[in-house]
């Protein structure tokens, strides 16, 4: 399963956000609201969004080009991805991509929400 996020412009230099989106404690800022979330080290997060399990993030890779994400367990395997593009000195092209690799009843269950998520994600990152 791929969900692609709204392509945001964010007002800031591409090494700022790829500075921002590794440091968990900044996801706080991105979760849409009554989400829970807790930073459980300096590459690894939780959060549970309402109707889902809890769900732990860990940062996978990082470049001057994209920042991924993945899920700390085997469980579920999946990754967003943010891709970042340079438009000047002082704005960046983001886009999140989710991909998952879930069975079909699971995928069914898991789109809708998902979907939500990444498209909020993109909102409040073109907002940092």
Sequence with gaps: MNIEGNKVIINK???EVVTFLTKMENFGQLMPENTKF????????????KGMPEIKLKLKEHSE??????AASDKLPFTLTANLTEIDATKTETSLSFEGQFNAMMAMMVKGPITKFVGQ??????AI
């Excluded at 807790?38 to 969004?49: A, N, R, T």
């Excluded at 080009?65 to 993945?70: E, M």
């Design 13 to 15: 230099p591409k090494a």
């Design 65 to 70: 080009d994209k920042v991924v994400l993945g």
């Design 121 to 126: 994600l993109s909102e409040k990152l073109g």
């Design 38 to 49: 807790e930073v459980l080290g300096e590459d690894i997060f939780l959060f549970g969004l």
